[in-house]
């Protein structure tokens, strides 16, 4: 990674400092940590959001009309979710998936 | 549906480096939700330095300041002073550890609390210094297990911080837990509002490889904390006191569950003697001896 210093009129006051811009994917595809898999049946799926509200990861997407979606890049498979699911609507999978690299 | 009601935007990123299940992270999210893009967060050194990611990017949407351990009060009420000196608004959240708040942070935020500074303290109470490996802190309950309590666990109870803040006559001082995203949602939405002063809010966060238990079990645990009574909703609004949530019908002891529903969960209180279950008890009933005082007082 090549370190631009760039003089900017607000660094005379203070010194140049480490400074990280927000964003998905800061520790990496923490997918990769997942040793089971949730994965939603969306015939028993009601769309209340109950997964959404507790993942902790913020790594299930929900839309109004289309409910919850698992983003497997980032879920780290603590399974909250399974748990927490009033309609019994996730399952756990053994996670078998070989991840690109 | 309940999901609806509530904000879609999120300013807490995926693929940070909590641990899964982590109960602080399941708050983290929802404070950011009810605060909103203008917003300024600081924070000492605890696990969300580490897990909002180093370099070069972070998981949180809005800014934040990473400071020194004692410092996080010290450094608001700085930002505080110069936002009002340049004449810009935004909130300013203190987001700070246990270990960050109860001990060794403390005097910074009494003295930001006596001087009415006017931002948001938020501590995250994983009872004990999990980032650098479980060591006990003034949170950590009776019994736990620590690396520095290893054999008996802890012999002293927890601190009431609080009821310590309470003291301060703050306008606001509430109580959450991870479990109850939606109470807390609105005990954030609550303390944004009342401009002007300290506010302060206590959140309990379960923490899977610190408490010993399975990761998807962190909602559970929240909730038995409180129908146990060993975590108390509560809100005191310029003075007035108020149970909220499941907590406001607990206080006839015959409606808690016994203490052990809790404990039998946790691997850090898998050692206990029956002495040391009778013990957490009675305490839990000397909490609530105390919370019926200021019920009554209204
Ligand atoms: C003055 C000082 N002492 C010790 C440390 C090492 N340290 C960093 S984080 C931490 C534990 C923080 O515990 P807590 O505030 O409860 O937050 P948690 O990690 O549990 O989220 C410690 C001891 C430090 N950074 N600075
Ligand atoms: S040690 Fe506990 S509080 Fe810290 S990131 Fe892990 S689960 Fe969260
Ligand atoms: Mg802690």
């Known amino acids: 990674m090549k370190i631009v210093v760039k003089n900017y009129e607000w660094m005379k006051e203070i010194p140049p400092t480490p400074l990280s811009r927000p964003g998905p994917g800061s520790m990496g595809m923490t997918g990769r940590w997942r040793a089971e898999r949730p994965v939603i049946n969306y015939e028993k799926c009601k769309k209340c959001g109950m997964c959404w509200t507790y993942c902790p990861e913020n790594a299930i997407v929900f839309s109004k009309d289309e409910g919850p979606r698992i983003n497997y890049n980032y879920c780290k498979g603590c399974l909250v979710c399974v748990e927490e699911c009033p309609y019994d609507a996730i399952k756990v999978e053994r996670e078998v998936v070989e991840w690109e690299k | ?298």
């Open chain 2, 1 to 298: 549906m309940s999901a609806q009601r509530y904000p879609l935007e999120e300013y807490f990123y995926p693929g940070n480096a909590s641990c899964p299940g982590c109960g602080a992270t399941m708050a983290l999210r929802w404070v950011l939700k009810a605060l909103g893009k203008k917003s300024i967060m600081v924070v000492p050194a605890c696990c969300t330095s580490v897990f909002m990611g180093l370099y070069p990017k972070s998981a949180i949407g809005i800014p934040v300041l990473n400071i020194a351990f004692a410092a996080a009060a010290a450094a608001a009420s700085g930002i505080v002073a110069a936002l009002k000196a340049r004449g810009k608004d935004a909130t300013v959240l203190v987001w700070a550890g246990d270990g960050g708040t109860v001990d060794i942070g403390i005097q910074a935020l009494s003295g930001a609390a006596e001087r009415q500074t006017d931002f948001i303290y938020i501590c995250y109470d994983n009872e004990a210094y999990m980032n650098t490996g479980i060591q006990r802190s003034g949170a950590t309950p009776y019994g736990a297990i620590t690396t520095t309590t290893p054999i008996l666990g802890k012999r002293e109870h927890k601190k009431n911080m609080p009821r310590i803040m309470i003291a301060h006559d703050i306008p606001y001082v509430a109580t959450a837990t991870s479990g109850y995203p939606h109470d807390l949602f609105r005990k954030v939405k609550k303390a944004k509002e009342k401009r002007g002063a300290t506010r302060y809010i206590h959140i309990l966060a379960p923490c899977p490889p610190g408490w010993r238990f399975d990761s998807k079990l962190t909602v559970k645990i929240s909730r038995l904390a409180v129908r146990t009574g060993m975590w108390v909703l509560y809100e005191v609004e310029d003075g007035k006191f108020r149970l909220t949530g499941p907590s406001k019908a607990l206080l006839d002891p015959e409606k808690r569950l016994p203490v052990e529903e809790y404990l039998k969960l946790q691997g850090r209180f898998s050692h206990l003697t029956r002495e040391d279950i009778e013990e957490i008890q009675r305490w839990v009933d000397r909490q609530w001896e105390l919370i019926s005082k200021m019920v009554s007082k209204e």
